[in-house]
Each structure stands twice: as structure tokens, then as C-alpha cells.
């Protein structure tokens, strides 16, 4: 079996990175992403192009016969 020295050193760094995320004075990021309008637009645009095309592609509901 061989041992990698370097894999030891990265899973050591990122064990520590871990733990020190939690830790009071952790640097805080926030999540907040910005699009711009122009991809908003577009992206809304898409969107209902696609649901259309959906609605036009659906299959009619099946016309069940109750029996009397």
C-alpha cells in the first residue's frame, strides 16, 4: 500500500477549514446572488414559452363513461 503524502496534507487542511467555519470570528459570506435584469427577463420569458408549449402538448383528459 502506498501512502500519499500530499492527500494526508489536503484532508488535514480541509478537516481544519471545516472546523474553523464554526468557529465566532468565521469570515461570513453572504448568499445573496445579483442577476441581472436582463437575464431575469429572459429567463421569465423562457419560462412561459416553455409552460405554453407544454399546455399545447398535454394530453385531453379521458372522457370516462358512468355506468346507469
Given at each position: 500500500m502506498?501512502?500519499?503524502?500530499i492527500?494526508g496534507?489536503?484532508?488535514?487542511e ?6 474553523g467555519?464554526?468557529?465566532p470570528?468565521?469570515?461570513v459570506?453572504?448568499d445573496?446572488?445579483?442577476?441581472s435584469?436582463?437575464?431575469a427577463n ?5 419560462a412561459?414559452?416553455?409552460?405554453s408549449v407544454?399546455?399545447w402538448?398535454e ?6 363513461c358512468?355506468?346507469?
Open positions: 502506498t501512502y500519499e503524502p492527500a496534507i489536503l484532508a488535514v480541509l478537516a481544519r477549514r471545516s472546523a467555519s464554526a468557529r470570528d468565521a469570515p459570506v453572504s445573496e446572488r445579483t442577476r435584469p436582463r437575464i429572459t429567463r421569465l420569458k423562457l412561459g414559452s416553455l409552460r407544454a399546455r402538448v394530453p385531453s383528459p379521458a372522457k370516462v358512468q355506468p346507469s
